[in-house]
């Protein structure tokens, strides 16, 4: 029987090259987004992949909405097997130029979005006892840096909320799985269509990947739950290790050059953003699965590949500690250089 996947965020970026895998996998998935233009155009590429897709127009910041996703996925397609959150939102500005309805715009989708999707589909999968949650993650849930307070901020708190899920869960001996997958900066739509304060452009801090290596990351996550949570890239792994062995450390370096590595020389746009209105919206609006940064975003990434390899796992893992325990040292003779 085919795969019932539903996927938040579905329209652009990690959420789309997702669909598109599940697509070729003849899965039945369930699209998710508020922009129609985008659900519809990659409704079309996951049936010309092989698989069945249900296109559902909804805002995750909303329980109701959420609740109605599930139950349309179900009524279509019969129980749901993977339920995968992937909406979210962002402002990039420092802290004090970000205002409270912007701030709870953000924690309402790139957060509670995430609570909502999983409470509609634990509504279905507890009582059959079967089923699994996938919470696309950040390495900014485990390393804030500047200018992204709010989104942090909700990726600490997805981190949260799944850890106490998931005790809930092995107490109950539910065979019910969550996971996370941990992802790195990803070559995404948002930098063009996020609300941006900045003096320029915005852009995912390097090293980038497609969102191609994070989608095959979160097919892995869904394939193989029972980890609590999987790192997607070698610039995840560094980070988190680096910010639990060198935290201080980090801070400092991040004060000096967080800011610059998030802004590209170019003018910022100034068309709109998607913060509280889609912007994929319209006919001839649909942004695809890449954003602007092509040129310097990897395809592929050796760790991602031992991640679905595990024979090679081990191997990864000693080159990942070495590029961490690498980067702490330039980080060190960055910093008192500084000095």
């Keep these: 029987m085919p795969t019932t996947v539903v996927i938040t965020g579905a329209s652009a970026g990690i959420g789309r090259a997702t669909a598109r895998r599940y697509g070729r996998r003849g899965a039945d998935v369930v699209l998710v987004a508020r922009g129609e233009s985008g659900l519809e155009a990659v409704a079309?590429?996951?049936?010309?992949?092989?698989?069945?897709?249900?296109?559902?127009?909804?805002?995750?910041?909303?329980?109701?909405?959420?609740?109605?996703?599930?139950?349309?996925?179900?009524?279509?397609?019969?129980?749901?097997?993977?339920?995968?959150?992937?909406?979210f939102a962002s402002v990039f500005a420092p802290f004090d130029r970000i205002t409270p309805d912007e701030y709870r715009r953000i924690t309402d989708v790139t957060y509670l979005g995430f609570v909502n999707g999983t409470r509609a589909a634990?509504?279905?999968?507890?009582?059959?006892?079967?089923?699994?949650?996938?919470?696309?993650g950040s390495a900014l849930g485990e390393r804030s840096i500047p200018l992204q307070s709010a989104y942090c901020g909700a990726k600490h708190a997805i981190n949260g909320f799944t850890s106490s899920l998931r005790t809930e869960l092995l107490h109950r001996g539910s065979r019910v799985r969550v996971t996370v997958a941990q992802l790195p900066a990803v070559n995404t739509p948002q930098f063009d269509w996020v609300r941006n304060?900045?003096?320029?452009?915005?852009?995912?801090?390097?090293?980038i990947y497609q969102p191609e290596v994070a989608a095959r990351g979160i097919m892995y996550a869904a394939d193989h739950p029972r980890r609590k949570q999987y790192y997607v890239g070698a610039s995840t792994v560094a980070t988190i290790w680096a910010n639990r062995l060198f935290p201080a450390l980090l801070d400092r370096y991040l004060a000096r050059t967080?800011?610059?590595?998030?802004?590209?020389?170019?003018?910022?746009?100034?068309?709109?953003?998607?913060?509280?209105?889609?912007?994929?919206?319209?006919?001839?609006?649909?942004?695809?699965?890449?954003?602007?940064?092509?040129?310097?975003?990897?395809?592929?990434?050796?760790?991602?590949?031992?991640?679905?390899?595990?024979?090679?796992?081990?191997?990864?893992?000693?080159?990942?500690?070495?590029?961490?325990?690498?980067?702490?040292?330039?980080?060190?003779?960055?910093?008192?250089g500084a000095s």
């Design 44 to 87: 079309d590429e996951v049936a010309a992949l092989g698989g069945r897709p249900l296109v559902q127009p909804a805002d995750m910041a909303d329980p109701a909405q959420a609740e109605a996703v599930a139950a349309a996925a179900e009524r279509e397609f019969g129980p749901i097997d993977v339920w995968i959150n992937c909406a």
């Design 122 to 136: 634990l509504a279905r999968m507890l009582p059959r006892d079967r089923g699994t949650i996938v919470q696309v």
């Design 197 to 207: 304060r900045l003096d320029h452009h915005p852009m995912p801090v390097p090293p």
């Design 258 to 336: 967080g800011y610059d590595a998030q802004q590209t020389t170019a003018v910022p746009p100034t068309g709109e953003d998607n913060l509280f209105t889609p912007i994929d919206w319209g006919p001839g609006q649909d942004r695809g699965a890449h954003g602007a940064f092509d040129d310097s975003a990897h395809a592929h990434s050796w760790q991602e590949a031992a991640l679905r390899h595990p024979a090679t796992t081990a191997v990864g893992a000693g080159a990942a500690a070495c590029a961490a325990f690498a980067g702490v040292r330039r980080l060190r003779r960055s910093v008192k």
